[in-house]
Protein backbone atom coordinates (compact mmCIF):
# COMPACT_ATOMS: atom_id res chain seq x y z
CA UNK A 1 0.00 0.00 0.00
CA UNK A 2 1.14 3.59 -0.87
CA UNK A 3 1.67 5.67 2.33
CA UNK A 4 1.45 8.89 3.12
CA UNK A 5 4.27 10.84 2.57
CA UNK A 6 4.71 14.52 0.82
CA UNK A 7 7.56 14.45 -1.57
CA UNK A 8 8.69 17.75 -3.20
CA UNK A 9 11.94 17.77 -5.64
CA UNK A 10 13.02 21.02 -7.37
CA UNK A 11 15.42 22.07 -10.33
CA UNK A 12 16.53 24.72 -11.88
CA UNK A 13 15.48 25.10 -15.70
CA UNK A 14 17.74 28.06 -17.63
CA UNK A 15 14.58 29.63 -18.62
CA UNK A 16 11.79 29.61 -16.23
CA UNK A 17 13.51 29.21 -13.39
CA UNK A 18 12.36 26.68 -10.56
CA UNK A 19 10.29 23.92 -11.58
CA UNK A 20 9.23 21.47 -8.60
CA UNK A 21 7.61 18.07 -8.33
CA UNK A 22 5.46 17.25 -5.06
CA UNK A 23 3.68 13.91 -4.70
CA UNK A 24 1.31 13.57 -1.15
CA UNK A 25 0.97 9.79 -1.52
CA UNK A 26 4.80 8.58 -3.19
CA UNK A 27 4.95 5.85 -1.14
CA UNK A 28 7.63 3.95 -1.58
CA UNK A 29 8.58 5.42 -5.30
CA UNK A 30 11.76 7.17 -5.98
CA UNK A 31 11.33 10.16 -7.64
CA UNK A 32 14.30 11.71 -9.85
CA UNK A 33 14.07 14.61 -11.98
CA UNK A 34 16.95 16.01 -14.24
CA UNK A 35 17.10 19.41 -16.30
CA UNK A 36 18.04 18.95 -19.87
CA UNK A 37 18.41 19.91 -23.82
CA UNK A 38 16.15 18.65 -26.26
CA UNK A 39 18.05 18.57 -29.91
CA UNK A 40 17.01 21.94 -30.75
CA UNK A 41 18.63 23.85 -27.61
CA UNK A 42 15.41 23.78 -25.71
CA UNK A 43 15.29 23.56 -22.22
CA UNK A 44 12.78 20.28 -20.73
CA UNK A 45 12.97 17.91 -17.42
CA UNK A 46 13.21 14.61 -17.16
CA UNK A 47 11.33 12.55 -14.41
CA UNK A 48 11.97 9.42 -13.26
CA UNK A 49 10.34 7.10 -11.01
CA UNK A 50 10.41 3.47 -9.89
CA UNK A 51 9.72 0.73 -7.14
CA UNK A 52 11.24 -2.28 -5.99
CA UNK A 53 8.01 -4.33 -6.96
CA UNK A 54 4.93 -3.73 -8.74
CA UNK A 55 3.08 -0.95 -7.30
CA UNK A 56 -0.15 1.16 -8.15
CA UNK A 57 2.14 4.37 -9.23
CA UNK A 58 1.10 7.37 -6.95
CA UNK A 59 -0.53 10.66 -8.47
CA UNK A 60 2.23 13.42 -8.61
CA UNK A 61 3.06 16.76 -10.30
CA UNK A 62 5.45 19.16 -11.68
CA UNK A 63 4.91 22.88 -11.40
CA UNK A 64 6.38 26.10 -12.22
CA UNK A 65 5.76 29.95 -12.91
CA UNK A 66 5.78 32.30 -15.35
CA UNK A 67 5.33 36.40 -16.40
CA UNK A 68 2.42 37.05 -17.75
CA UNK A 69 4.34 39.89 -19.82
CA UNK A 70 3.63 40.51 -22.83
CA UNK A 71 1.09 37.35 -22.80
CA UNK A 72 -2.37 38.31 -24.75
CA UNK A 73 -3.30 34.54 -25.20
CA UNK A 74 -3.62 30.97 -24.93
CA UNK A 75 -3.43 28.09 -27.39
CA UNK A 76 -4.32 24.64 -26.76
CA UNK A 77 -5.37 21.69 -28.81
CA UNK A 78 -8.28 21.48 -27.10
CA UNK A 79 -10.94 23.78 -30.04
CA UNK A 80 -13.18 24.70 -27.73
CA UNK A 81 -11.13 26.51 -25.59
CA UNK A 82 -10.96 30.50 -25.95
CA UNK A 83 -8.86 33.02 -23.95
CA UNK A 84 -6.57 33.25 -21.02
CA UNK A 85 -7.25 30.32 -18.59
CA UNK A 86 -8.79 30.72 -15.11
CA UNK A 87 -9.01 27.02 -13.16
CA UNK A 88 -10.17 24.58 -15.22
CA UNK A 89 -8.00 22.04 -16.06
CA UNK A 90 -7.51 20.39 -19.69
CA UNK A 91 -7.02 17.03 -19.98
CA UNK A 92 -5.34 14.98 -22.53
CA UNK A 93 -5.17 10.97 -22.87
CA UNK A 94 -4.24 8.26 -26.09
CA UNK A 95 -7.93 9.66 -27.54
CA UNK A 96 -8.53 13.36 -26.40
CA UNK A 97 -6.48 15.97 -27.56
CA UNK A 98 -2.88 16.72 -26.66
CA UNK A 99 -0.56 18.02 -23.80
CA UNK A 100 -0.04 20.63 -25.83
CA UNK A 101 -0.32 24.67 -24.75
CA UNK A 102 1.05 27.69 -25.56
CA UNK A 103 1.11 31.29 -24.56
CA UNK A 104 1.12 33.99 -27.45
CA UNK A 105 1.62 37.93 -27.79
CA UNK A 106 -0.96 40.20 -29.75
CA UNK A 107 1.97 39.55 -33.17
CA UNK A 108 1.56 35.51 -33.59
CA UNK A 109 4.74 35.35 -31.48
CA UNK A 110 5.67 33.19 -28.90
CA UNK A 111 6.08 33.97 -25.39
CA UNK A 112 5.58 30.12 -24.02
CA UNK A 113 4.96 26.56 -25.54
CA UNK A 114 4.74 23.80 -23.23
CA UNK A 115 4.37 19.90 -24.16
CA UNK A 116 5.08 16.69 -22.26
CA UNK A 117 5.76 13.18 -23.48
CA UNK A 118 3.36 11.18 -22.49
CA UNK A 119 0.78 10.54 -25.52
CA UNK A 120 -0.87 7.50 -23.86
CA UNK A 121 -2.53 7.67 -20.15
CA UNK A 122 -4.23 10.44 -18.95
CA UNK A 123 -2.67 13.61 -18.22
CA UNK A 124 -3.79 17.50 -16.51
CA UNK A 125 -2.50 20.48 -17.09
CA UNK A 126 -3.21 23.93 -16.19
CA UNK A 127 -2.11 27.60 -15.90
CA UNK A 128 -4.39 29.51 -13.62
CA UNK A 129 -3.50 33.70 -13.88
CA UNK A 130 -2.02 34.84 -10.41
CA UNK A 131 -3.58 37.96 -10.02
CA UNK A 132 -1.46 38.76 -7.33
CA UNK A 133 1.64 37.98 -8.81
CA UNK A 134 0.33 38.73 -12.71
CA UNK A 135 1.62 35.02 -13.85
CA UNK A 136 1.11 32.07 -14.66
CA UNK A 137 1.35 28.53 -12.25
CA UNK A 138 1.68 25.96 -14.59
CA UNK A 139 1.93 21.98 -14.18
CA UNK A 140 0.98 18.89 -15.53
CA UNK A 141 -0.39 16.43 -13.10
CA UNK A 142 0.05 12.72 -13.98
CA UNK A 143 -1.91 9.39 -12.76
CA UNK A 144 -5.12 11.28 -12.49
CA UNK A 145 -7.03 8.57 -13.36
CA UNK A 146 -6.66 4.80 -12.28
CA UNK A 147 -3.70 3.25 -13.15
CA UNK A 148 -2.75 -0.66 -13.05
CA UNK A 149 0.36 -1.42 -10.86
CA UNK A 150 3.57 -0.75 -12.37
CA UNK A 151 7.51 -0.35 -11.59
CA UNK A 152 8.84 2.45 -13.93
CA UNK A 153 7.87 5.40 -15.51
CA UNK A 154 9.57 8.14 -17.15
CA UNK A 155 8.26 11.49 -18.78
CA UNK A 156 9.41 14.76 -20.00
CA UNK A 157 8.60 18.36 -20.10
CA UNK A 158 9.76 20.97 -22.72
CA UNK A 159 9.80 24.68 -21.96
CA UNK A 160 10.35 26.80 -25.17
CA UNK A 161 10.45 30.65 -24.82
CA UNK A 162 11.80 31.58 -28.31
CA UNK A 163 10.50 34.31 -29.56
CA UNK A 164 9.28 32.71 -32.63
CA UNK A 165 6.41 32.85 -34.68
CA UNK A 166 3.95 30.42 -32.79
CA UNK A 167 3.73 28.26 -35.24
CA UNK A 168 6.70 27.02 -35.34
CA UNK A 169 7.20 26.49 -31.34
CA UNK A 170 3.78 24.63 -31.23
CA UNK A 171 4.80 22.10 -34.78
CA UNK A 172 8.09 21.67 -33.18
CA UNK A 173 6.74 20.80 -29.80
CA UNK A 174 4.45 18.60 -31.37
CA UNK A 175 7.31 16.90 -33.28
CA UNK A 176 9.30 16.40 -30.27
CA UNK A 177 6.25 14.59 -28.60
CA UNK A 178 6.47 12.09 -31.23
CA UNK A 179 10.30 11.56 -30.98
CA UNK A 180 9.94 11.49 -27.68
CA UNK A 181 7.48 8.94 -27.52
CA UNK A 182 8.65 7.07 -30.04
CA UNK A 183 6.33 7.73 -32.47
CA UNK A 184 6.30 7.03 -36.15
CA UNK A 185 3.43 8.93 -37.96
CA UNK A 186 1.44 6.93 -40.42
CA UNK A 187 1.91 7.58 -44.19
CA UNK A 188 -0.85 9.92 -46.19
CA UNK A 189 -1.29 8.16 -49.63
CA UNK A 190 -2.39 10.95 -52.00
CA UNK A 191 -5.79 9.77 -51.98
CA UNK A 192 -5.97 10.86 -47.92
CA UNK A 193 -5.92 14.83 -49.65
CA UNK A 194 -9.15 13.73 -52.64
CA UNK A 195 -12.14 15.54 -51.81
CA UNK A 196 -15.00 13.74 -49.83
CA UNK A 197 -18.57 12.77 -49.60
CA UNK A 198 -19.53 11.63 -46.11
CA UNK A 199 -23.62 10.25 -45.55
CA UNK A 200 -23.71 11.77 -42.25
CA UNK A 201 -25.46 14.69 -42.47
CA UNK A 202 -27.30 13.89 -45.28
CA UNK A 203 -29.12 10.62 -43.98
CA UNK A 204 -27.86 10.02 -40.83
CA UNK A 205 -28.71 6.16 -40.07
CA UNK A 206 -31.69 6.05 -42.37
CA UNK A 207 -29.35 5.19 -45.21
CA UNK A 208 -29.53 2.75 -48.33
CA UNK A 209 -27.10 1.68 -51.03
CA UNK A 210 -29.59 2.89 -53.62
CA UNK A 211 -28.70 6.14 -51.69
CA UNK A 212 -25.14 6.35 -51.88
CA UNK A 213 -25.13 5.39 -55.46
CA UNK A 214 -27.34 7.98 -56.74
CA UNK A 215 -25.47 10.94 -54.35
CA UNK A 216 -22.04 9.39 -55.77
CA UNK A 217 -23.13 9.42 -59.58
CA UNK A 218 -23.65 13.48 -59.01
CA UNK A 219 -20.75 13.80 -56.80
CA UNK A 220 -18.18 12.52 -59.17
CA UNK A 221 -18.60 14.77 -61.80
CA UNK A 222 -18.22 18.37 -59.13
CA UNK A 223 -15.35 16.51 -58.36
CA UNK A 224 -15.29 13.97 -54.94
CA UNK A 225 -13.19 10.94 -55.19
CA UNK A 226 -13.62 9.39 -51.69
CA UNK A 227 -17.27 7.99 -49.77
CA UNK A 228 -17.05 7.83 -46.63
CA UNK A 229 -20.76 5.36 -45.62
CA UNK A 230 -21.86 6.58 -42.16
CA UNK A 231 -23.39 4.80 -38.99
CA UNK A 232 -26.77 3.28 -40.39
CA UNK A 233 -25.79 0.52 -42.96
CA UNK A 234 -25.25 -1.92 -40.11
CA UNK A 235 -28.93 -1.35 -39.23
CA UNK A 236 -31.15 -4.26 -40.13
CA UNK A 237 -34.37 -1.95 -40.37
CA UNK A 238 -36.64 -0.37 -43.43
CA UNK A 239 -35.76 3.15 -44.28
CA UNK A 240 -38.16 5.87 -44.32
CA UNK A 241 -37.14 8.57 -41.66
CA UNK A 242 -35.62 6.08 -39.69
CA UNK A 243 -35.55 8.08 -35.76
CA UNK A 244 -31.52 7.63 -34.36
CA UNK A 245 -31.50 4.77 -32.76
CA UNK A 246 -28.48 5.22 -30.63
CA UNK A 247 -25.77 2.32 -30.73
CA UNK A 248 -27.60 -0.33 -29.55
CA UNK A 249 -27.55 -2.33 -32.97
CA UNK A 250 -23.88 -1.85 -33.15
CA UNK A 251 -21.48 -4.99 -32.32
CA UNK A 252 -22.54 -7.43 -35.14
CA UNK A 253 -21.04 -5.33 -38.33
CA UNK A 254 -23.06 -7.10 -40.88
CA UNK A 255 -24.55 -5.41 -43.93
CA UNK A 256 -28.33 -4.53 -43.11
CA UNK A 257 -30.96 -5.18 -45.63
CA UNK A 258 -30.72 -1.64 -47.17
CA UNK A 259 -27.05 -2.90 -48.16
CA UNK A 260 -28.35 -6.48 -49.40
CA UNK A 261 -24.71 -7.39 -51.12
CA UNK A 262 -22.17 -4.75 -49.39
CA UNK A 263 -19.65 -6.25 -51.70
CA UNK A 264 -21.30 -5.76 -55.21
CA UNK A 265 -21.94 -2.10 -54.12
CA UNK A 266 -19.34 -0.98 -53.20
CA UNK A 267 -17.33 -2.40 -56.43
CA UNK A 268 -20.14 0.50 -58.12
CA UNK A 269 -19.42 2.91 -56.39
CA UNK A 270 -16.04 2.15 -56.98
CA UNK A 271 -16.70 2.24 -60.96
CA UNK A 272 -17.65 6.01 -60.65
CA UNK A 273 -14.23 6.75 -59.60
CA UNK A 274 -14.47 6.60 -55.88
CA UNK A 275 -12.31 5.15 -52.48
CA UNK A 276 -15.23 3.58 -50.64
CA UNK A 277 -14.81 3.68 -46.34
CA UNK A 278 -17.14 2.29 -44.08
CA UNK A 279 -17.82 3.60 -40.35
CA UNK A 280 -17.25 1.81 -37.38
CA UNK A 281 -18.20 2.81 -33.57
CA UNK A 282 -15.05 0.67 -32.40
CA UNK A 283 -16.20 0.61 -28.54
CA UNK A 284 -19.31 -0.36 -28.87
CA UNK A 285 -21.05 -3.50 -28.70
CA UNK A 286 -25.43 -2.73 -28.83
CA UNK A 287 -27.25 -4.39 -26.42
CA UNK A 288 -29.96 -5.76 -29.46
CA UNK A 289 -26.53 -7.18 -30.92
CA UNK A 290 -26.29 -10.95 -30.98
CA UNK A 291 -22.43 -10.08 -29.95
CA UNK A 292 -23.63 -8.99 -26.77
CA UNK A 293 -23.91 -12.02 -24.85
CA UNK A 294 -21.42 -13.22 -26.68
CA UNK A 295 -19.07 -10.18 -24.60
CA UNK A 296 -20.43 -10.61 -21.25
CA UNK A 297 -18.13 -9.55 -18.42
CA UNK A 298 -15.75 -8.10 -20.88
CA UNK A 299 -16.97 -4.64 -20.99
CA UNK A 300 -15.88 -0.98 -19.45
CA UNK A 301 -18.46 0.06 -16.98
CA UNK A 302 -19.43 2.40 -19.57
CA UNK A 303 -21.87 2.96 -22.41
CA UNK A 304 -23.47 5.28 -24.56
CA UNK A 305 -26.61 5.50 -26.07
CA UNK A 306 -27.46 1.70 -25.62
CA UNK A 307 -23.79 0.92 -27.19
CA UNK A 308 -21.41 -0.83 -24.11
CA UNK A 309 -17.89 -0.21 -24.24
CA UNK A 310 -15.56 -3.58 -24.71
CA UNK A 311 -12.73 -3.78 -22.46
CA UNK A 312 -9.90 -4.25 -24.78
CA UNK A 313 -7.40 -5.53 -21.95
CA UNK A 314 -8.85 -9.15 -23.61
CA UNK A 315 -7.12 -10.44 -25.78
CA UNK A 316 -10.53 -12.03 -27.56
CA UNK A 317 -11.79 -8.82 -27.76
CA UNK A 318 -9.21 -6.98 -29.76
CA UNK A 319 -9.04 -10.35 -31.85
CA UNK A 320 -12.39 -9.92 -32.47
CA UNK A 321 -11.94 -6.46 -33.53
CA UNK A 322 -9.17 -6.25 -35.53
CA UNK A 323 -10.84 -9.24 -37.63
CA UNK A 324 -13.87 -7.75 -38.14
CA UNK A 325 -12.26 -4.61 -39.97
CA UNK A 326 -9.68 -7.49 -41.14
CA UNK A 327 -12.84 -9.23 -42.56
CA UNK A 328 -14.54 -5.74 -43.99
CA UNK A 329 -11.68 -4.84 -46.02
CA UNK A 330 -10.69 -8.52 -47.73
CA UNK A 331 -14.83 -9.74 -48.31
CA UNK A 332 -16.22 -6.23 -49.63
CA UNK A 333 -12.76 -4.24 -50.62
CA UNK A 334 -12.97 -1.58 -49.01
CA UNK A 335 -10.62 1.13 -49.51
CA UNK A 336 -10.38 2.54 -45.63
CA UNK A 337 -12.34 3.07 -42.77
CA UNK A 338 -14.01 5.57 -40.41
CA UNK A 339 -13.07 4.48 -36.40
CA UNK A 340 -15.20 6.66 -34.33
CA UNK A 341 -15.39 7.00 -30.55
CA UNK A 342 -12.32 5.29 -29.71
CA UNK A 343 -12.54 8.03 -26.61
CA UNK A 344 -15.23 5.91 -24.86
CA UNK A 345 -12.67 3.53 -23.97
CA UNK A 346 -12.22 4.88 -20.56
CA UNK A 347 -12.38 4.24 -17.16
CA UNK A 348 -15.31 6.77 -16.32
CA UNK A 349 -14.04 8.97 -12.81
CA UNK A 350 -15.19 7.71 -9.60
CA UNK A 351 -15.95 4.78 -11.10
CA UNK A 352 -13.81 1.48 -9.52
CA UNK A 353 -12.02 -0.83 -12.34
CA UNK A 354 -13.82 -4.30 -12.10
CA UNK A 355 -10.34 -6.32 -13.25
CA UNK A 356 -8.94 -5.44 -9.90
CA UNK A 357 -11.94 -7.55 -7.59
CA UNK A 358 -11.00 -9.96 -10.27
CA UNK A 359 -7.28 -9.78 -10.37
CA UNK A 360 -7.17 -9.46 -13.81
CA UNK A 361 -8.40 -12.48 -14.75
CA UNK A 362 -8.24 -13.06 -18.60
CA UNK A 363 -6.69 -9.63 -19.37
CA UNK A 364 -3.44 -9.69 -20.91
CA UNK A 365 -2.79 -5.78 -20.29
CA UNK A 366 -3.80 -3.83 -16.90
CA UNK A 367 -3.67 -1.37 -18.61
CA UNK A 368 -6.35 -0.30 -20.42
CA UNK A 369 -4.74 2.48 -22.74
CA UNK A 370 -2.00 0.13 -23.17
CA UNK A 371 -4.55 -2.26 -24.16
CA UNK A 372 -6.05 0.78 -27.16
CA UNK A 373 -2.43 1.22 -28.06
CA UNK A 374 -2.10 -2.35 -28.72
CA UNK A 375 -5.08 -2.63 -30.13
CA UNK A 376 -4.90 0.28 -32.51
CA UNK A 377 -1.42 -0.54 -33.72
CA UNK A 378 -2.39 -4.36 -34.23
CA UNK A 379 -5.36 -3.08 -36.75
CA UNK A 380 -3.13 -0.83 -38.68
CA UNK A 381 -0.38 -3.66 -39.03
CA UNK A 382 -3.28 -6.08 -40.25
CA UNK A 383 -5.36 -3.66 -42.62
CA UNK A 384 -1.30 -2.70 -44.06
CA UNK A 385 -0.75 -6.66 -45.07
CA UNK A 386 -3.78 -6.63 -47.33
CA UNK A 387 -3.83 -2.65 -48.78
CA UNK A 388 -0.74 -0.75 -47.84
CA UNK A 389 -2.68 2.60 -49.09
CA UNK A 390 -5.51 1.68 -46.50
CA UNK A 391 -7.53 5.24 -45.47
CA UNK A 392 -8.24 4.88 -41.55
CA UNK A 393 -9.58 8.17 -40.39
CA UNK A 394 -10.06 9.86 -36.71
CA UNK A 395 -11.53 13.33 -35.49
CA UNK A 396 -11.20 15.65 -32.71
CA UNK A 397 -10.52 15.05 -29.81
CA UNK A 398 -8.71 11.71 -30.63
CA UNK A 399 -5.95 13.71 -32.47
CA UNK A 400 -2.55 13.49 -30.56
CA UNK A 401 0.90 12.00 -31.03
CA UNK A 402 -0.45 8.49 -30.75
CA UNK A 403 -3.36 8.94 -33.24
CA UNK A 404 -0.65 9.67 -35.81
CA UNK A 405 0.49 6.34 -35.72
CA UNK A 406 -2.86 4.72 -36.58
CA UNK A 407 -4.69 7.20 -38.80
CA UNK A 408 -3.91 8.99 -42.31
CA UNK A 409 -6.61 11.44 -42.03
CA UNK A 410 -7.88 13.92 -39.24
CA UNK A 411 -11.12 15.29 -38.98
CA UNK A 412 -12.09 18.57 -37.78
CA UNK A 413 -15.29 17.72 -34.97
CA UNK A 414 -18.77 18.08 -36.07
CA UNK A 415 -19.52 21.90 -36.19
CA UNK A 416 -22.40 21.52 -38.77
CA UNK A 417 -23.46 24.92 -40.11
CA UNK A 418 -20.81 26.21 -38.36
CA UNK A 419 -18.14 27.47 -41.08
CA UNK A 420 -16.11 29.77 -37.95
CA UNK A 421 -15.80 26.47 -35.68
CA UNK A 422 -14.82 24.58 -39.10
CA UNK A 423 -12.02 26.67 -39.87
CA UNK A 424 -10.42 27.19 -36.03
CA UNK A 425 -10.59 23.29 -35.83
CA UNK A 426 -9.02 22.80 -39.53
CA UNK A 427 -6.48 25.18 -38.72
CA UNK A 428 -5.48 23.67 -34.39
CA UNK A 429 -5.41 20.24 -36.57
CA UNK A 430 -3.15 22.01 -38.95
CA UNK A 431 -0.51 23.46 -36.80
CA UNK A 432 -0.31 19.68 -34.73
CA UNK A 433 -0.69 17.23 -37.46
CA UNK A 434 2.87 17.23 -39.49
CA UNK A 435 2.44 15.91 -42.75
CA UNK A 436 -1.10 13.76 -42.13
CA UNK A 437 -4.17 14.86 -43.98
CA UNK A 438 -6.35 17.48 -41.82
CA UNK A 439 -9.90 16.88 -43.10
CA UNK A 440 -12.57 19.89 -42.51
CA UNK A 441 -16.16 18.43 -40.80
CA UNK A 442 -18.30 17.94 -43.71
CA UNK A 443 -19.66 21.03 -44.68
CA UNK A 444 -23.43 22.18 -45.17
CA UNK A 445 -25.70 24.87 -45.60
CA UNK A 446 -29.11 25.94 -46.74
CA UNK A 447 -30.37 25.37 -50.21
CA UNK A 448 -31.72 29.20 -50.64
CA UNK A 449 -28.53 30.40 -49.71
CA UNK A 450 -26.93 32.41 -52.27
CA UNK A 451 -23.71 31.00 -54.41
CA UNK A 452 -21.69 33.83 -52.38
CA UNK A 453 -23.29 32.20 -49.21
CA UNK A 454 -22.97 29.39 -49.94
CA UNK A 455 -19.37 29.72 -50.70
CA UNK A 456 -17.94 30.50 -47.16
CA UNK A 457 -18.35 27.50 -45.61
CA UNK A 458 -16.21 26.11 -48.52
CA UNK A 459 -13.76 28.74 -47.68
CA UNK A 460 -13.17 28.68 -44.26
CA UNK A 461 -12.45 25.23 -45.11
CA UNK A 462 -10.30 25.79 -48.07
CA UNK A 463 -6.60 24.66 -46.01
CA UNK A 464 -8.18 21.51 -45.82
CA UNK A 465 -9.22 18.04 -47.38
CA UNK A 466 -12.76 18.95 -47.57
CA UNK A 467 -15.88 16.69 -46.50
CA UNK A 468 -19.28 17.43 -48.17
CA UNK A 469 -22.70 15.80 -46.62
CA UNK A 470 -25.01 17.44 -48.43
CA UNK A 471 -28.29 15.78 -50.52
CA UNK A 472 -26.96 16.67 -53.88
CA UNK A 473 -29.74 15.37 -55.74
CA UNK A 474 -31.82 18.33 -54.25
CA UNK A 475 -29.04 21.20 -54.22
CA UNK A 476 -29.49 24.44 -55.76
CA UNK A 477 -27.74 24.15 -59.27
CA UNK A 478 -26.02 27.47 -58.80
CA UNK A 479 -24.41 26.11 -55.40
CA UNK A 480 -23.21 23.26 -57.62
CA UNK A 481 -21.56 25.43 -59.99
CA UNK A 482 -19.57 26.80 -56.77
CA UNK A 483 -18.97 23.05 -55.30
CA UNK A 484 -17.23 22.64 -58.61
CA UNK A 485 -15.06 25.41 -58.89
CA UNK A 486 -13.71 25.60 -55.47
CA UNK A 487 -12.97 21.49 -55.65
CA UNK A 488 -11.19 22.31 -58.79
CA UNK A 489 -9.36 25.36 -57.50
CA UNK A 490 -8.40 23.15 -54.23
CA UNK A 491 -7.16 20.47 -56.07
CA UNK A 492 -5.24 22.75 -58.57
CA UNK A 493 -3.64 24.36 -56.00
CA UNK A 494 -3.36 21.48 -53.57
CA UNK A 495 0.63 21.60 -53.31
CA UNK A 496 0.02 25.14 -51.88
CA UNK A 497 -3.24 24.61 -50.30
CA UNK A 498 -2.66 21.07 -48.20
CA UNK A 499 1.31 20.55 -48.44
CA UNK A 500 2.92 23.23 -48.60
CA UNK A 501 4.02 26.32 -45.73
CA UNK A 502 0.96 27.14 -43.51
CA UNK A 503 0.80 29.78 -41.37
CA UNK A 504 -2.60 30.93 -39.77
CA UNK A 505 -2.84 34.40 -38.06
CA UNK A 506 -4.39 35.59 -35.46
CA UNK A 507 -5.32 32.57 -32.57
CA UNK A 508 -6.76 35.33 -30.64
CA UNK A 509 -9.19 35.93 -32.61
CA UNK A 510 -10.00 32.63 -34.68
CA UNK A 511 -7.57 32.84 -37.10
CA UNK A 512 -8.79 36.17 -39.24
CA UNK A 513 -5.92 35.35 -42.11
CA UNK A 514 -4.36 32.67 -42.99
CA UNK A 515 -1.28 31.64 -45.31
CA UNK A 516 0.04 28.94 -47.27
CA UNK A 517 2.67 28.59 -50.16
CA UNK A 518 4.42 25.57 -52.22
CA UNK A 519 7.73 26.77 -54.33
CA UNK A 520 5.41 27.98 -57.20
CA UNK A 521 2.46 29.89 -55.38
CA UNK A 522 1.14 31.58 -52.48
CA UNK A 523 -2.80 31.72 -51.37
CA UNK A 524 -3.82 33.82 -48.78
CA UNK A 525 -7.36 33.79 -47.91
CA UNK A 526 -9.09 36.92 -45.35
CA UNK A 527 -12.25 35.65 -42.91
CA UNK A 528 -12.77 39.54 -41.94
CA UNK A 529 -13.40 42.61 -43.90
CA UNK A 530 -10.62 45.29 -43.98
CA UNK A 531 -8.12 42.70 -42.92
CA UNK A 532 -4.77 43.72 -44.66
CA UNK A 533 -3.25 40.90 -46.70
CA UNK A 534 0.70 41.30 -46.86
CA UNK A 535 2.04 40.34 -50.24
CA UNK A 536 6.17 39.53 -50.54
CA UNK A 537 7.88 40.08 -53.51
CA UNK A 538 9.40 36.18 -53.83
CA UNK A 539 8.02 35.86 -57.51
CA UNK A 540 4.85 33.26 -56.61
CA UNK A 541 1.63 33.91 -58.31
CA UNK A 542 -0.61 34.96 -55.32
CA UNK A 543 -4.13 34.10 -55.27
CA UNK A 544 -5.50 36.42 -52.62
CA UNK A 545 -9.19 34.86 -51.71
CA UNK A 546 -11.93 37.10 -50.25
CA UNK A 547 -13.91 34.96 -47.86
CA UNK A 548 -15.94 37.47 -46.95
CA UNK A 549 -19.51 39.15 -48.24
CA UNK A 550 -17.39 42.28 -48.19
CA UNK A 551 -16.85 43.41 -52.04
CA UNK A 552 -13.57 44.36 -51.79
CA UNK A 553 -9.63 43.20 -50.18
CA UNK A 554 -6.97 45.39 -49.17
CA UNK A 555 -3.41 44.30 -50.18
CA UNK A 556 -0.01 45.72 -48.61
CA UNK A 557 2.40 45.11 -51.95
CA UNK A 558 6.00 44.40 -51.89
CA UNK A 559 6.15 45.43 -55.20
CA UNK A 560 3.51 46.27 -57.88
CA UNK A 561 2.53 43.35 -59.46
CA UNK A 562 2.57 41.94 -63.94
CA UNK A 563 -0.81 41.24 -63.91
CA UNK A 564 -3.52 41.57 -60.96
CA UNK A 565 -7.28 39.64 -62.27
CA UNK A 566 -10.17 39.24 -59.94
CA UNK A 567 -12.72 36.26 -60.95
CA UNK A 568 -16.32 35.68 -58.72
CA UNK A 569 -17.43 32.71 -57.05
CA UNK A 570 -17.75 30.49 -59.79
CA UNK A 571 -14.64 31.45 -61.15
CA UNK A 572 -15.28 33.63 -63.99
CA UNK A 573 -12.98 36.70 -64.52
CA UNK A 574 -14.63 39.96 -63.89
CA UNK A 575 -11.84 41.47 -65.36
CA UNK A 576 -8.43 43.38 -65.04
CA UNK A 577 -7.08 45.76 -61.88
CA UNK A 578 -4.03 47.90 -61.79
CA UNK A 579 -2.33 48.42 -58.78
CA UNK A 580 0.57 49.61 -57.48
CA UNK A 581 3.41 49.31 -54.57
CA UNK A 582 2.19 49.75 -50.73
CA UNK A 583 -1.50 49.45 -49.81
CA UNK A 584 -4.35 49.07 -52.31
CA UNK A 585 -8.11 48.68 -52.31
CA UNK A 586 -9.48 46.03 -54.47
CA UNK A 587 -12.76 45.55 -55.81
CA UNK A 588 -12.85 41.90 -56.13
CA UNK A 589 -16.90 39.84 -55.73
CA UNK A 590 -17.60 38.14 -52.31
CA UNK A 591 -16.43 35.00 -51.92
CA UNK A 592 -13.90 35.56 -54.69
CA UNK A 593 -10.59 36.05 -55.25
CA UNK A 594 -7.43 38.14 -57.28
CA UNK A 595 -5.13 36.64 -59.08
CA UNK A 596 -1.28 38.26 -58.92
CA UNK A 597 1.51 37.31 -61.21
CA UNK A 598 4.60 38.82 -59.95
Known sequence: MIGTFLLAVAVSVPSVGE???????????????????????????KVAMRSETDAVPPKFSVNWFVSQRDTHHFWTSESTHYGIPWGKPQVSDLSSWMPLYAFLDANDRNRWTFACSESCRRVEFRSPISETQMGFNCGYTFFVSPEA???????????????????ETIGAASDWMCRAANIEPMAAPESAFD???????VFHQDVTAADIEAECALAAPLGMKTLITDDGWQIDLPPGNRAWGGYRLCGDWKAGMNFPDMAAHVKRVQEKGFKYMLWYSVPFVGEKSANFARFKGKFLPASCAGGHVLDPRFPEVREFTVKTYEDAVRNWNIDGLKLDFIGRFTLPDGVEDPAVKENYAGRDFKS???????????????????????????RQSYMGPAILKYGNMIRAADCPADPWSNRKRICDLRLTSGKTAVHSDMIVWNRNETPEGAALPILNAL???????????????????????????????????????FRPHHAENGYTWIESWSDTERILATYA????????????????????????????????PATAEAFDTFGRSVGSRSLAKGLNRVAVPPSGYLRLNQ
Not at 149 to 167: Q, S
Not at 540 to 560: C, G, R, W
Open 19 to 45: VRLSSARSGSWKFEMTAEKTADGVDAV
Open 149 to 167: PIREYEVKIRFDGRDLPYW
Open 195 to 201: PLYSSWY
Open 368 to 394: VPAAVDRLMTDILARLKRLNPDVLVEF
Open 463 to 501: FSTIQYSMVLAKINPAHKDVIRHWLRFSQDHRAALLKGG
Open 529 to 560: GNQVLPVPADGKTVYAVNATLEDSLVLDLAEA
